[in-house]
């Protein structure tokens, strides 16, 4: 890769370099993380070999760091690099800020070079700051520092962590309008972000850009792809990839086959999902906690609770345990079924199993309790949950509520409503829906009362 004229790159980041120094400068307002870390150094005597870099803590690297500031002649920008590195990795991204900082104000004749450049980006974006890994890029540009493919992959990287798509795909495009070269980790960062937000028309022609230059897709691309092509469905789309993915000689794997289940239970495609896990099955793919969750809730929605039971004791005798989302489509399950006692009993084997029941949990216990009209027991669930510090949210109240209303005992189902405006949550529009069906005048008045008094 050639040199480039730095006025012909990315000449929106060129001037950028003020934001830094504003940046730096409220940086140093505030708490120094690295002041702070050298006075108490100060303090202690630490016996340090530089070689090898191999420090025990981060008061080792700064108090190397602190000695190599002092040193003449002073170690060369590699040196310095090294220290970076290692505080980098100790995870202190705001100490290497500030180590960045007191060597542009003190190392003079050491200049800042594209590696120590690109570990500042790295920690701007690391702390969310992405658009002051902008400022270093523009810095290095007015320098005459050439940017290198990590110093645009780790600001995309950054924007993306920020749900920040489109400017990564603006940056992309840019970087490889002026003639970069993206490397596999720069595609599979914006592949994954656009994934995330849905975008799969862009996801698509990520992944095709991806094959048109050299870089083949691996599973990991193509489960993700394939998952978001089923959370929008478009399943055929993603069973289309699928069978391409076959073709090229790419093992699908859990996560591959789990996505596919996954849409096609959600889209009641419950014969082909079944296809998918006898290939699995076939194919010598283990299945994992991800995917069981998803064929015992869709057993369970479908009202197939003996089958949702033998799958569970399939995954046991794998050495897999239901986690709460499997238990509690167990438990509501069996409430819409009528069987309270054996909705208790899974209740009780969670416990035992010490997995706590959660707002869930119990919220399908007083489901259960309303369809077969015994309220007092939903109620004394909803206050038992409250009191043990499970706390209930509006679906719970909302639960409890429709239940009184449709048993026409209304006084109760006020008293539970003025309970909730006080302490619980805010009611919503299901909330007064129900309310009204269940007596229109006196919701009406409820609901429409407050309006009046404003107007």
């Known amino acids: 890769m050639g040199k480039r004229n730095s006025s012909l790159i990315l000449p929106s980041f060129v001037n950028a370099g003020r934001n830094?120094?504003?940046f730096h400068s409220s940086f140093s307002?505030?708490?120094n993380p690295f002041a702070t870390r050298v006075e108490a150094l100060s303090k202690k005597s630490i016996s340090v070999s530089g070689k090898g870099h191999g420090f025990r803590t981060v008061d080792d690297a700064l108090f190397l760091f602190n000695k190599m500031i002092g040193k003449y002649p002073k170690p060369s920008?590699?040196?310095f690099n090294k220290l970076l590195t290692?505080?980098?990795?100790?995870?202190h991204y705001d100490i290497v800020v500030s180590m960045c900082r007191r060597m542009?104000?003190?190392l003079v004749g050491v200049s800042h070079d594209v590696y120590s450049s690109n570990i500042l980006i790295n920690c701007f974006c690391r702390l969310g700051q992405v658009g002051f890994g902008y400022s270093v890029l523009g810095k290095m540009l007015k320098l005459g520092v050439e940017p290198g493919i990590v110093t645009f992959s780790t600001l995309i990287n950054g924007l993306c962590k920020q749900s920040k798509i489109s400017q990564a795909v603006s940056?992309?495009?840019?970087?490889v309008e002026k003639g970069y070269r993206p490397d596999l980790i720069v595609y599979s960062t914006l592949l994954n972000g656009l994934c995330k937000i849905g975008s799969t028309d862009e996801a698509v022609r990520f992944l095709r850009m991806m094959e048109g230059?050299?870089?083949?897709?691996?599973?990991?691309a193509y489960s993700t792809v394939i998952d978001?092509?089923?959370?929008?469905?478009?399943?055929?789309e993603a069973l289309d990839l699928f069978s391409e993915l076959k073709v090229k000689g790419i093992k699908p794997n859990t996560v591959t086959y789990s996505c596919l289940i996954h849409g096609m239970c959600s889209s009641g495609q419950q014969k082909e999902a079944t296809r998918l896990l006898n290939e699995m099955v076939d194919q010598n793919i283990s299945l994992d906690i991800f995917t069981y969750t998803i064929l015992v809730d869709a057993l369970c929605k479908e009202g197939m609770i003996f089958e949702a039971l033998d799958m569970v004791d399939t995954m046991r005798k794998q050495g897999i345990e239901p986690n709460v989302v499997i238990y509690n489509a167990l438990i509501d399950a069996h409430c819409k079924e009528g069987m309270i006692s054996k909705a208790e009993d899974i209740i009780d084997t969670m416990i035992k199993h010490d997995i706590e029941p959660d707002v869930v949990s119990f919220t399908a216990l007083i489901n259960g309790h309303c369809l077969q009209n015994k309220l007092d027991k939903a109620r004394g669930v909803l206050r038992s949950m409250i009191d043990n510090g499970c706390a209930s949210n509006i679906v719970s109240y909302n639960t409890m509520i429709n239940g009184y209303c449709k048993a026409k005992r209304f006084d109760e189902a006020m008293k539970l409503f003025h309970e909730m405006s006080q302490k619980g949550p805010i009611p919503n529009i299901f909330t007064y829906n129900t309310l009204m069906q269940s007596k229109l005048e006196e919701a009406l008045k409820l609901f429409i009362g407050p309006v009046w008094v404003s107007g």
């Open 20 to 22: 830094l120094s504003s």
């Open 104 to 106: 542009e104000l003190e």
């Open 213 to 220: 230059r050299g870089f083949e897709p691996n599973i990991v």
């Open 171 to 175: 940056l992309f495009d840019e970087m």
């Open 29 to 31: 307002s505030s708490v």
């Open 86 to 91: 290692a505080v980098v990795r100790f995870r």
């Open 228 to 236: 978001c092509l089923c959370k929008k469905g478009l399943l055929k």
């Open 77 to 79: 920008i590699v040196e």
